[in-house]
């Protein structure tokens, strides 16, 4: 646990670093361009963000449980390649041969720069699951802080200097042919591309991330086709204002992600001797997204007025319910119920989940329509996605064969909401302090932070005190 503990806080502190660097982007972006030129934006990045999902079809993620399954074994990553390479050129043919119909459904045409941006971004992008599968989480601290600086270097220059929506994408493009060239050479130098492929390992590799890829796909459809609707029922404005209603979303999947990515090889290495002792592991990974992620919940949530107009000016105040709403789903998503699956190959559970939960977020999406303008989309995905994690945990109990108590390690967690509640009144003296508004959420915000951390890094909670006592050496370390 110790080492998962080191490799945990690395990731957390590098995907943190990476979500600053992101989060600064659209925060110059919304005051150099118009709200319907940042509507336009993020257009083009909802295509290209559902396109890529279904095209990577999770073969790069794969390398997480066939590198910690088969330990080590490079020639996955080859595969990965491979596979990946083919399926760049499957999706630039089907965006030439659909590019009349693409254009129709959008405001603009961006179809070519899409072609050549999701070719760079697909090939040789598998670095970060290797480097965090083979346990050398150092190199994905430079690799995506230099990547994601890169890339807001190049969006925010392109956006001040050419005022142009069309070259901010060429400056995406850059970026990716620049990310292309640095991975391919190193994949040359580590002997990573030998052109000696195992077809028996590639179809082994095809038959795992298959219902993983198509239930990925469904999930991040059912994630952005709230925003298809808001394009083609309200315009590019309000997809503007939902986009930054919905931007905290990050804050949990730092967490999550960084923790997941982590322990899920450990997970799989542990269900060959024991189902039990790989989910006792999954539970501890559990309790750590609460006591990272509810603090910050409660501070999102109180402030979040504060929070748009500060960070995305008076032009976004409209976005604030979207928000709120989207806050939930930090709440919800510490309770995660899908690696128990995964880990022992259950994955075609992932393609129903998904697709009955796409199901009901479109039914939601046109009964909500007439009621509550944008903001019906966002509580439609909060219950649609929330029905993915319900049937999962049901999965869980019924495969394990455990109780529904069983299933957390509740006394914790409760014991952990306790700590948020007694800490909120720090929250509330603020509205007692009369200060600048900028200065008020920063102050009593950090109080919170301070008073929550020094509680619970007392608290006799084992994961908690063993990962925080990591990652503080960490700071100390890169500081």
Same mark, same amino acid.
């Given at each position: 646990?110790?080492?998962?503990?080191?490799?945990t806080s690395?990731? @957390?502190?590098c995907r943190?670093?990476?979500?600053? +660097?992101?989060?600064?982007?659209p925060v110059?972006l919304?005051?150099?361009?118009?709200?319907?030129?940042?509507?336009k934006?993020?257009?083009?990045?909802?295509?290209s963000?559902?396109i890529?999902?279904?095209?990577?079809?999770?073969v790069?993620r794969?390398?997480?449980?066939?590198?910690?399954?088969? /330990?080590?074994n490079?020639?996955?990553?080859?595969?990965?390649?491979?596979i990946n390479?083919?399926i760049?050129i $499957?999706?630039?043919?089907?965006?030439?041969? !659909?590019?009349? %119909?693409?254009?129709?459904?959008s405001?603009?045409?961006?179809?070519?720069?899409?072609?050549v941006?999701l070719?760079?971004?697909?090939?040789?992008?598998?670095c970060e699951?290797?480097?965090?599968?083979?346990?050398?989480t150092?190199?994905? %601290?430079?690799y995506?802080?230099?990547?994601?600086?890169?890339?807001?270097?190049a969006?925010?220059?392109a956006?001040f200097?050419?005022k142009?929506?069309?070259y901010? =994408?060429?400056?995406?493009v850059?970026v &990716?042919?620049?990310?292309?060239?640095f991975?391919?050479?190193?994949?040359?130098?580590?002997?990573?591309i /030998? !052109?000696?492929?195992?077809f #028996?390992? +590639?179809?082994?590799?095809?038959?795992?991330t298959?219902p993983m890829?198509?239930s990925?796909?469904?999930?991040?459809?059912n994630? &952005?086709i709230?925003?298809f609707f808001?394009i083609?029922?309200?315009?590019?404005?309000?997809?503007?204002?939902?986009?930054?209603?919905?931007?905290?979303?990050?804050v949990?999947?730092?967490?999550?992600?960084?923790?997941?990515?982590?322990v899920?090889?450990e997970?799989?290495?542990?269900?060959?001797s024991s189902k039990?002792? #790989?989910?006792?592991?999954w539970?501890?990974?559990?309790?750590?997204?609460?006591?990272?992620?509810?603090?910050?919940?409660?501070?999102f949530?109180y402030?979040?007025e504060?929070?748009?107009?500060?960070?995305?000016?008076d032009?976004?105040?409209?976005?604030?319910?979207?928000?709120?709403?989207y806050?939930?789903?930090?709440? /919800?998503e510490?309770?995660?119920?899908?690696?128990?699956?995964r880990?022992?190959?259950?994955n075609k559970?992932y393609?129903f989940?998904?697709?009955f939960? %796409?199901?009901?977020?479109i039914?939601?999406?046109?009964?909500?329509?007439?009621?509550?303008?944008f903001?019906?989309p966002?509580?439609?995905y909060?219950?649609?996605?929330?029905?993915?994690?319900?049937?999962f945990?049901?999965?869980?109990?019924?495969v394990?064969q455990i /109780?529904?108590?069983?299933?957390?390690?509740?006394?914790?967690?409760?014991?952990?909401?306790?700590?948020n509640?007694?800490?909120f009144?720090?929250?509330?003296?603020?509205?007692?302090?009369?200060?600048?508004? $900028?200065?008020?959420?920063i @102050?009593?915000?950090?109080l919170?932070?301070?008073?929550y951390f020094?509680?619970i890094?007392?608290s006799? =909670? &084992?994961?908690?005190?063993?990962?925080?006592?990591k %990652?503080?050496s960490?700071?100390?370390?890169?500081?």
């Open positions: 646990m110790s080492s998962l503990a080191k490799h690395i990731l @957390i502190i943190f670093l990476n979500y600053v +660097i992101l989060f600064v982007t110059f919304v005051r150099m361009l118009s709200v319907a030129e940042y509507g934006y993020r257009e083009f990045i909802l295509y963000g559902i890529a999902n279904l095209a990577s079809f999770s790069n794969s390398l997480l449980y066939f590198l910690g399954k088969y /330990k080590n490079s020639t996955f990553v080859e595969n990965s390649i491979l390479f083919i760049s $499957i999706v630039v043919l089907a965006l030439v041969v !659909f590019k009349g %119909l693409i254009e129709y459904n405001t603009y045409d961006f179809v070519y720069p899409l072609c941006y070719f760079f971004l697909l090939n040789f992008d598998f699951s290797y480097w965090i599968a083979t346990q050398k150092n190199y994905v %601290l430079y995506i802080a230099a990547r994601s600086s890169l890339r807001s270097v969006l925010i220059g956006a200097c050419l142009n929506i069309m901010m =994408i060429y400056a995406l850059l &990716e042919f620049l990310k292309f060239i991975v391919a050479i190193y994949s040359y130098r580590k002997k990573l /030998k !052109f000696k492929f195992n #028996g390992n +590639i179809k082994e590799q095809i038959v795992y298959f890829g198509v990925n796909f469904i999930f991040y459809t994630k &952005e709230s925003k808001i083609y029922t309200l315009g590019v404005e309000y997809l503007a204002l939902y986009a930054v209603g919905s931007y905290q979303i990050p949990i999947n730092i967490v999550r992600s960084s923790i997941a990515d982590i899920f090889p997970i799989c290495s542990r269900m060959n039990h002792n #790989g989910l006792d592991l539970k501890k990974t559990n309790v750590l997204y609460c006591a990272i992620v509810f603090p910050f919940f409660v501070v949530y402030f979040s504060d929070f748009i107009r500060i960070f995305f000016t032009k976004y105040i409209d976005s604030v319910p979207v928000f709120r709403i806050m939930f789903l930090m709440v /919800k510490c309770f995660e119920t899908g690696i128990p699956l880990s022992i190959g259950k559970f393609v989940a998904n697709f939960a %796409l199901i009901i977020n039914f939601l999406i046109f009964m909500l329509k007439d009621y509550m303008r903001y019906g966002a509580i439609a909060i219950v649609s996605d929330t029905f993915i994690y319900l049937f945990g049901l999965k869980i109990l019924s394990y /109780k529904l108590y069983e299933i957390f390690y509740w006394k914790k967690i409760f014991k952990l909401s306790i700590v509640i007694m800490v009144p720090v929250l509330l003296v603020g509205e007692f302090v009369e200060i600048n508004y $900028i200065a008020k959420p @102050i009593f915000s950090s919170f932070f301070i008073i020094a509680v890094s007392r006799n =909670i &084992e994961e908690v005190c063993l990962v925080f006592n %990652l503080y960490k700071i100390k370390f890169y500081s």
